[in-house]
């Protein structure tokens, strides 16, 4: 193989010829301290981190978007498709850190967003550094004027996508949520927050099929793992979760037309001072939700308060229960242990 590469305004295009193959690839790469982002986290970092993300999506070649070791202050970012670009990959080894004040990322449903992508991978040692806690302890006190915060990130209409190795650390909400997402997989990678901190779900899957999520730890206030309606062919392994609520399917019944859960496989789990282990969870009021063709086998579960619920009877805090009897239809659900 020879190697040949010329740069041009902070643009690195590196042409990789196969002896063997009459064909040439070519990797165009993206650094985004060559446009402006600022590694010292002083001051802010957004535009580098899109215009990097605009020239590597606008690339005919598949695209590499470098972020080195430092501390980046960004704000919202929003990532959008219908990229030229056949594939990007996005190699974090700094840290990427939210700003102090939790209400400039707070009235914003994400903090880091991927809409209507195909064929991006995030890999590297790097960290999500939201600083949820401010956030978190504004809420325990019952103050109405808390925004309910952001989603550290979350990946909609997108295909081939692939979250390796990274943190998520102190999410102000859901640390990763995959929404109407094919062929996701997600491997080797650290969630953490503190057991109190609210509604901070470490993984959140719906309304997408053929999702993995395999060797990672999971430490938050919420749910490990949550599997919300539209749900097929999820495969979770080698996860450890605590603390946490658990790996819970739902809440379902929210709507009375929901789309149903199947095809999960849920193996080789460990759960350490979690308050659930394997749960189901359906609101109790009609729906046409399901729940089909679930294994949850070879758990470990050490200091679980309940290692296995199925409630049909949903409703945390007991405000505003609806009451009537779940429409959720479940069946062929195998445990083993």
Known sequence: MKL??????????????????SSTSAITKFNVLNFGANPMGRTDSTDGFLKAWDLACG??????????????LVNSLAFKGQCKS?????????????????GVLGKSENWVSFEGVTGVSITGAGTFDAKGQSLWTCKASNSNSCPSGATTMRFTNSNNIKVHGITSLNSQMFHVAINRCQNVQIRGIKIIASGDSPNTDGIHVQLSTNVEIINSSIKTGDDCISIGPGTENLWIEQVTCGPG????????????EEEGV????VK??????????LRIKSWARPSSGFVQGVRFMDSV??????????DQNYCPRNENCPGQVSGVKIKDILYKI
Do not use: C, W
Not at 262 to 265: A, E, G, K, L, S
Not at 268 to 277: A, C, L, M, R, Y
């Open 268 to 277: 080789k789990t460990i759960f350490s001072d979690t308050q659930n282990g």
């Open 301 to 310: 579960m050490r200091n679980v308060q309940n290692p296995i619920v199925i």
């Open 59 to 72: 690339s005919a070649d598949s695209s590499f978007i470098y972020v080195p070791k430092g501390r980046f």
């Open 245 to 256: 609520h658990g790996i819970s399917i739902g809440s379902l019944a929210k709507d009375l």
């Open 86 to 102: 056949p594939e990007i990959i996005i190699r974090i080894d700094g840290t990427i850190v939210a700003p102090l004040d939790y």
């Open 4 to 21: 040949s590469g010329f740069n041009l305004h902070g643009i690195v295009v590196i042409v990789f010829v196969m002896s063997s193959m």
């Open 262 to 265: 199947q095809n999960v496989t």
